[in-house]
């Protein structure tokens, strides 16, 4: 039998008719209600309850729109219903029904919005058999086409819901009844009909989908579930119980007695209702609950308490043959779902004997004459035999505790979210449970939660005379989750390095996650070689905490450099060779330390040079490189001419003149700072002007090179 949890409303609304149905209704008399459920489109239903012999829309002795029209009317009170399609109201049109002697029997200006009911009386003292002739006048406003009306008579329809407009066989003029929205779900108010007599429930679809359920209740038990589908459906139902299986209801529950004896019970047949209770689904063997909520198969036991001392109450037994789950329960009423209180449950005791995920539950101390309902079912709706005995315990109670400790170190994120659950093992439920914890802490109840860090203290007073449990429990703050790193740089061309990452702190294995610049993305803990730039590392524990870190991974090798290709020269002539400069250590192959090296051959020697250069760092880095520079006797070169060339004035902090009489237009001048950077170079000129208020102040050196690129002369500027 398929169950539906309802809204808290709806429940509340069945425990009250519930109570009522066996009181207000009389012998030979059966309380009927229907629960029904939509779906996403509660207005393409439509339903009526009416006697067997009624149609739907049976119930309907009139109907029409504005105008006028007449209907032969049997004596007797009535109910007409206005309708107005675009929902306000008449505008003005008033309904008028008058008898044939001209009499007013009705004046009503319709309704206010869209729907609106008046009472009708027909009364004819002349020939009360027959039917009366009225005439019925709706006129005098305005948007007349938006007018319609039914006259309804009370004895052929039970119960009528949702939109009018759908109607019977969806040919609209429906009864106006309950009204529901979508995925919606509601009981019917209670009706009394005879015992084992018959209705007919009428359904209608608009789209043809179904989608609407309706469960049926008698005397407050679930007899049937009926699934709209399609276009509609006519279900005919017998108001009774017979359906049920012995020991169905709490009312019905089979007494057993409390020394040990053994008692046989079937659920199979058995049914659930919307309103039968059942233990919430905390865990399988858990005291308290069941591996999952709600009863769908129950049968109910009883028996009452002969002395204030605990109970057990177990179908672990040889003849248990099925996946039981047990609940016991106390209340003001068998029939008063209201009052139901739970006092004890088992899910899977992993018997010994018979069934090993049959189930064993306790009860409190109770007064001596207490009635307990033992509630059978089975896990998923499994069903078969249970044995169940009931006798006193002879087994020890204690707590069963589960510790939730904080989740991320208070001093990252203050959230202070540990939890405490305890239970007292093979004991019922109803002691008092009080705590003390740190910093003043003190609370009550089977949990607490949003516990800081220290140890907390808790005392279990038994329901039983003079008992009480007490234990201790430990909240801690774990360590914070911290990174640190070490970086290995490298001295390759165009690489960073990598990252030794160290994590400490945080709860069990660890997430890792690297990002860095052009997309770059690892989930290793260590960053292997990378190029230099900015690397953010994300890292996460088991439980969620988070911490990230950015590193910056500097370029720690030399910049790279050349000295250039091999070259030729002429004796006499100057070349000057740089290395690359920045915060580095030099070593040329005459153990000169300088950024530059500078070759003065000697006039008519000829001979080779090998010129090199090492460059090193603070890091450890080094790069080399050398040339071979080939000196050659040269012919042609004006000597005599550039030892007449000169700067003037020099020291300068204004316009100086380069004097280079007599230069081939072929050679260059070429100006270098102090580190050897050419900083101008332009095509030599007799007469060259040198404006010191382009540079800052120091020693440049000014150089003329030959066609061949050779320098053939050279002078410091000293610039004020």
């Not at 009844?177 to 009394?192: E, F, K, R, S, V």
């Not at 020291?651 to 280079?660: A, D, R, V």
Request: contains cysteine; negative net charge.
């Amino acid at each position: 039998m398929q169950k539906l949890y309802l809204p808290i409303f709806v429940a509340l609304s069945i425990f009250a008719t519930v109570i009522e149905s066996n009181a207000q209704c009389a012998d030979g008399e059966s309380s009927f209600e229907l629960i029904v459920d939509t779906d996403a489109w509660a207005y393409e239903m439509y339903y009526e309850l009416t006697p067997v012999d009624v149609e739907c829309g049976g119930n309907i002795v009139a109907s029409g729109v504005s105008g006028a029209s007449s209907a032969c009317i049997d004596n007797g009170c009535y109910t007409v219903n206005g309708f107005d399609s675009y929902g306000d109201g008449w505008n003005d049109d008033i309904m008028t029904v008058t008898d044939s002697d001209g009499n007013i029997l009705l004046s009503w200006v319709g309704p206010e919005a869209d729907i609106g009911s008046v009472e009708l009386c027909i009364d004819d003292t002349v020939d009360p058999t027959a039917c009366s002739e009225v005439s019925i006048d709706i006129s005098g406003g305005s948007w007349p086409s938006e007018v319609s009306w039914n006259i309804v008579g009370g004895n052929e329809l039970y119960y009528s819901g949702g939109n009018i407009d759908v109607g019977c066989g969806n040919t609209g003029n429906g009864t106006p009844g309950y009204t529901y929205y979508d995925n919606d779900a509601q009981i019917t108010d209670m009706i009394c009909l005879t015992t084992n007599s018959q209705v007919v429930l009428h359904h209608t679809d608009s789209y043809g989908d179904g989608g609407t359920d309706f469960y049926v209740l008698v005397d407050g038990i679930e007899v049937q579930f009926l699934d709209g589908s399609g276009y509609g459906d006519t279900w005919t139902i017998d108001v009774n119980t017979d359906g049920t299986i012995d020991h169905d209801t709490p009312c019905d529950a089979l007494e057993i007695p409390v020394d040990g004896t053994t008692t046989m019970i079937s659920n199979v047949g058995a049914t659930g209702s919307y309103f039968e209770v059942a233990p919430p689904a905390l865990g399988c063997n858990t005291p308290a609950g069941w591996c999952e909520g709600g009863a769908t198969v129950s049968v109910w036991a009883k028996f009452t308490v002969e002395e204030e001392i605990r109970y057990q109450v177990q179908m672990c037994n040889t003849n248990t043959d099925f996946d039981s789950q047990l609940a016991l329960w106390v209340n003001d009423g068998c029939g008063d779902w209201s009052t139901y209180e739970l006092i004890g449950a088992n899910d899977d005791a992993f018997c010994g004997v018979g069934e090993l995920y049959s189930s064993t539950a306790y009860t409190p101390c109770l007064p001596v004459g207490t009635e307990v309902y033992c509630q059978i079912d089975g896990w998923n709706g499994a069903t078969g035999i249970s044995e169940i005995s009931v006798h006193p315990s002879e087994v020890e109670p204690y707590i069963s505790s589960s510790v939730s400790q904080i989740s991320c170190a208070l001093e990252s994120e203050f959230n202070p979210d540990g939890a405490i659950d305890v239970i007292t093992m093979y004991d019922g439920l109803g002691g008092t449970v009080e705590w003390e914890g740190p910093f003043g802490y003190t609370g009550s109840g089977n949990n607490i939660d949003n516990l800081l860090p220290g140890v907390y203290n808790v005392e279990i007073n038994s329901t039983c005379p003079g008992e009480s449990y007490v234990s201790s429990f430990e909240i801690i703050n774990p360590e914070e989750l911290e990174l640190n790193y070490t970086i290995n740089s490298t001295c390759e061309s165009g690489e960073g390095g990598s990252v030794d990452l160290e994590i400490t702190g945080g709860t069990g294995e660890y997430t890792i996650y690297w990002s860095g610049p052009n997309n770059y993305e690892f989930g290793g803990e260590d960053l292997p070689i990378v190029s230099s730039g900015d690397y953010i590392v994300e890292v996460s524990d088991a439980n969620g905490c988070l911490t990230d870190l950015e590193i910056e991974i500097p370029f720690i090798g030399i910049t790279p450099y050349s000295l250039g290709e091999d070259i030729d020269m002429c004796s006499g002539d100057i070349r000057i060779f740089l290395a690359p400069t920045g915060n580095y250590t030099y070593e040329w192959q005459d153990g000169s330390g300088s950024s530059i090296f500078i070759l003065q051959t000697e006039e008519g020697v000829a001979t080779t040079h090998v010129i090199g250069v090492s460059v090193s760092n603070e890091y450890g880095c080094e790069l080399s490189d050398a040339v071979v520079v080939t000196v050659m006797n040269c012919v042609g070169i004006e000597e005599e001419i550039s030892e007449q060339w000169f700067l003037y004035p020099n020291p300068t902090n204004g316009i100086s003149t380069l004097n280079l009489e007599g230069v081939d237009n072929n050679h260059l001048c070429k100006i270098r700072d102090a580190a050897g950077r050419i900083i101008h170079s332009t095509q030599a000129q007799e007469l060259t002007v040198f404006d010191a208020a382009y540079y800052e102040a120091g020693i440049y050196l000014i150089e003329v090179l030959d066609d061949r690129g050779a320098v053939v002369w050279h002078s410091k500027a000293i610039v004020q």
